[in-house]
């Protein structure tokens, strides 16, 4: 069996997605046996290359192709790509969160294997209804900013947690509602598996925030580091992070344990 941190790696750098899919499945589901061989000294290993860009191309966030023309397939497919892409990401994050950072409770490393696999599924749900449109995954381009907000925050866990899972899914909360609206647009096939995926994805959510939120306030704990640096942590490692919301969640954030002050910056 190989170690727990370098199979970590193997499945993150996967760019064949039913193998890293399949890998996942695995881990988690014998996680506590494939755990047992994990040896907290194995090198952390340079994350140079994100595996979606081998069938990717990686274009700026201002020039990714408009994603608000709904009424032609292509313009639907545009919509999709961009979510597929997102709940993508999510799963390389998810395994880079586990992989990266050591000598952590057990339950951590639990925590985002769950969660990898999980974004796997929303994944697969969304390729799905890409496909059914007649489009395949790297189709479209698509920006890297979850990626590099992961490798500003590879060296403090407090900055981790407080800017991919505590602010980047987080948003993906206020987010759904909006998203959701869309589906009246769509036909009535896509937009019965649109919402069903989004019910599944808004549940799993409130979820991976809440392991974020969790683990931030264990690592600011952990490491003497005050909670209240949490908008400058994100703000390190989101360039231009915005906090002002339109329509704020606050319910799905308070689920997921956001604090009243915490809340009170979005505001
Ligand atoms: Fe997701
Ligand atoms: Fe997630």
């Excluded at 639907?76 to 993508?88: L, M, N, P």
């Excluded at 985002?112 to 890409?130: G, M, N, P, S, Y």
């Excluded at 990626?147 to 759904?176: F, I, T, V, W």
């Amino acid at each position: 069996m190989s170690e727990f941190f370098s199979l970590l790696e193997e499945i993150r750098n996967e760019s064949i997605w039913k193998k890293k899919g399949e890998g996942l499945a695995i881990l988690q589901r014998g996680f506590s046996n494939i755990y047992s061989t994990a040896k907290h000294s194995v090198p952390v290993g340079n994350w140079d290359t994100v595996s979606y860009s081998h069938f990717t191309t990686e274009v700026p966030g201002a020039k990714v192709p408009d994603r608000n023309n709904l009424d032609t397939t292509h313009g639907q497919a545009v919509f999709f790509h961009a979510i597929v892409h997102i709940e993508y990401t999510a799963i390389d994050l998810a395994l880079d969160h586990a992989y990266r950072f050591r000598n952590l409770p057990e339950e951590y490393y639990r925590d985002w294997i769950q969660v990898a696999h999980e974004e796997t599924l929303h994944f697969e749900l969304l390729l799905k209804i890409l496909h059914s449109l007649g489009y395949e995954y790297g189709d479209f381009p698509v920006h890297s900013g979850l990626y590099q907000a992961a490798k500003r925050s590879s060296e403090d866990l407090c900055m981790r947690m407080a800017a991919l899972p505590g602010y980047m899914e987080a948003n993906g909360l206020d987010a759904h509602a909006f998203l959701s609206s869309k589906a009246a647009r769509f036909p009535w096939q896509l937009q019965k598996a649109f919402l069903e995926a989004m019910e599944i994805i808004a549940r799993d959510e409130i979820q991976h925030v809440a392991y974020g939120l969790r683990w931030f306030r264990y690592a600011c704990h952990q490491f003497g580091r005050s909670e209240l640096e949490y908008k400058q942590l994100v703000e390190r490692a989101v360039p231009g992070a915005k906090f002002h919301r339109k329509h704020l969640n606050r319910e799905a954030r308070r689920k997921a344990g956001f604090s009243e002050s915490e809340l009170a910056l979005f505001a």
